[in-house]
Nanobody, 119 residues
Framework: QVQLVESGGGLVQPGGSLSLSCAAS????????MGWYRQNPGKKRELVAT?????TTYADSVKGRFTISRDTKNTVYLQMNSLKPEDTAVYYC???????????????WGQGTQVTVSS
């Protein structure tokens, strides 16, 4: 069974920094894209950043402040600097994973971690 386990998050003051991580565990062939999304109550889940191989993409709202990276052990990170109150949300990790019985890539999501930016 494939799982995405997130860590990090919490409460930080405006202008501060936080780091999130998400590790994929279980049995699978490969992971294609990994990324971070965020969601507030009553709003759609929105893309924050993705990484595919050496290519990264970012939402305009976080460009220059957030950095996504991925190591060789199927863990994705999100370094968040210069945080703003509007960055407050539940952050979810997502990965496109090819498992032994899927025949292709499917989306897997983490459980979500709360990030609150407030003074």
């Amino acid at each position: 069974q494939v799982q995405l386990v997130e860590s990090g998050g919490g409460l930080v003051q405006p202008g501060g920094s936080l780091s999130l991580s998400c590790a994929a565990s279980g049995t699978f062939f490969s992971i294609y894209t990994m990324g971070w999304y965020r969601q507030n109550p009553g709003k759609k889940r929105e893309l924050v950043a993705t990484v595919t191989g050496g290519t990264t993409t970012y939402a305009d709202s976080v460009k220059g402040r957030f950095t996504i990276s991925r190591d060789t052990k199927n863990t994705v990170y999100l370094q968040m600097n210069s945080l703003k109150p509007e960055d407050t949300a539940v952050y979810y990790c997502k990965a496109d994973i090819w498992t032994t019985d899927s025949g292709g890539y499917n989306d897997y999501w983490g459980q979500g971690t709360q990030v609150t930016v407030s003074s």
